[in-house]
């Protein structure tokens, strides 16, 4: 008979131990599930005083690493299973609930520090794109730097490349492919109506979108505002610069404001689902 339990799930990392009299589990490999989505994976193989208290063994019982759920599961769905067997320890205490039940703010949840770093190490990301997604989650806003090989006065040849950087963050921040629609020549006023419809096409993640001009432009930002409800005045706000060699990835959930006077004039670089529009 194996006995278990599942001391501690968050959207990043499981916690817990297995234990059998039978059999000897150090080392055995257990992987987490949300339905039958494969999540993350580790080894039976901590030590914890109370086990070894409690007579489980040598005290070596214990698992806990990193998962990887997507914005949209619940981590009370989550099991675990020992691999290769049939196996299953549920959450003693989970209230599974129906899917469309979730909250709206917790649905738009992106990656989390834990689930990144465990995609890096597993090369599912590059260090860069592990930097920018990482920044972008905490703080909402994110400027890249351009390698640009067409002049900046090439304008169309400039946005295409852009364009491709900016497909490619969205799709990694969006967890699914995209196409990106470039709309040039854009007001202060557009941000809020991009906002709209990035969430409406993507209702499971957070709304990404970037923005560039061929000039320097300011923006501000209340860092982590995307996050935590930080004022909407805009109090606390950041100043941050993109355009020219920069491109700067903005969740438009994040409070951000751009300058009235002058106003500036911007290209945004919108996703929306392969073969629809934003709009």
Known sequence: MIRGHIDFVSRARVEGWLFSERLNLAGASVLAFVDEACVGGGRIELFR????????????????????????????????????????????????????????????????????????ARGWLSQPRYETLRILGEFGVRVEALRIAAPIRDLDAVTEEIALLAAEICELALLQPVELEIRENLGAGALDAIRREVRAAFPHAPPVAGLWSPTSQLIQVVEGSHRDGASARGEGAVEYGYGGRQLLMLDLDARARLPERPSPRFTAFVPHPPGGAAR
């Open 49 to 120: 005083q109370d086990l070894l208290d409690a007579g489980l063994g040598d005290g070596r019982v214990g698992f806990g690493f990193p998962v990887m759920l997507e914005p949209w599961q619940d981590p009370r769905a989550l099991d675990v299973r020992l691999d290769g067997g049939a196996m299953r320890l549920a959450q003693g205490q989970a209230c599974l609930v129906a899917r469309d039940s979730l909250g709206e703010d917790r649905r738009r949840q992106g990656r989390e520090p834990g689930s990144l770093s465990w995609m890096l």
